[in-house]
């Protein structure tokens, strides 16, 4: 095939262009359609967004922030009721007055403190006794902190040996020593789930826990998983 000319050249060169250019134009021009059809509902859409964002900063700053405020000043009256040995009305719940730990989770139980406060009422049912009453509240208690977490299971575990449910008491237990990468309260709960597996004549789940400790946690343990792990043998 021949070669074009320099000036054949030049001017094919200059239709593809123009070409090109028009493109462009029939692409703008359709946006420009799109745009001019569509406007009204993409106005809607572009002001339903804007309106959310909005919205959602006044309600962090104007419903949350403020509801943070009173219930950090709830629990706080409800922990210096507790430090001056006054657990009654630290647990509060009787009255507007004195909300305590469980008034201040019953209003803000959406909040971080409120959480915080169910934990707390939980602990003082469990004095008291109440054991299915702590188990609950307790249950309602969540946090990223992993080692309170594992406090968490390990007080209900309590909570539901009280009620003579050891078998799930154990099964808490097991989470508790598991739910946190602090050494200390792994080894706590797993010499006590050990010592509940033990009670229950699970000899096996019984050498498991002392086994790990022995492996794991020798630290604490003084020796002690040793003599655990032969009284599995004969218990």
Avoid: C, H, W
């Avoid at 359709?30 to 309600?59: D, H, M, Q």
């Avoid at 509060?92 to 008034?103: E, R, T, V």
């Avoid at 299971?153 to 602090?182: I, R, V």
């Amino acid at each position: 095939m021949a070669k074009l000319g320099k000036s054949a050249q030049n001017e094919q060169e200059g239709k593809e262009t123009v070409e090109f250019f028009k493109d462009l134009d029939r692409e703008a021009l359709n946006t420009e359609r799109f745009v001019e059809k569509y406007s009204k509902p993409l106005g809607f859409v572009f002001g339903a967004l804007i309106l959310a964002v909005l919205g959602f900063f006044a309600y962090k700053q104007f419903v949350i922030a403020p509801k943070n405020a009173e219930a950090v000043k709830s629990f706080l009256s409800a922990q210096k009721s507790l430090t001056e040995g006054k657990d009654k009305d630290a647990l509060g719940g009787k009255s507007a007055a004195n909300p305590g730990f469980l008034g201040t989770y019953n209003e803000y139980s959406s909040t971080k403190i409120g959480k915080l406060s169910s934990y707390n009422a939980g602990l003082l049912k469990f004095k008291e006794g109440k054991f299915q009453e702590a188990y609950d509240l307790l249950d309602q208690f969540s946090s990223d902190n992993k080692t309170l977490v594992a406090m968490k299971y390990g007080a209900m575990a309590d909570a539901k040996s009280g009620l003579n449910k050891n078998d799930e008491a154990l099964a808490l237990l097991d989470k508790a020593a598991t739910a946190s990468d602090d050494p200390y309260t792994a080894y706590y709960f797993t010499r006590k789930a050990g010592i509940v597996a033990l009670g229950l004549k699970k000899n096996a789940e019984a050498k498991k826990y002392f086994s790990a400790i022995d492996e794991k946690y020798q630290d604490y343990d003084n020796g002690m998983s040793d003599s655990y792990i032969e009284m599995t043998k004969y218990y």
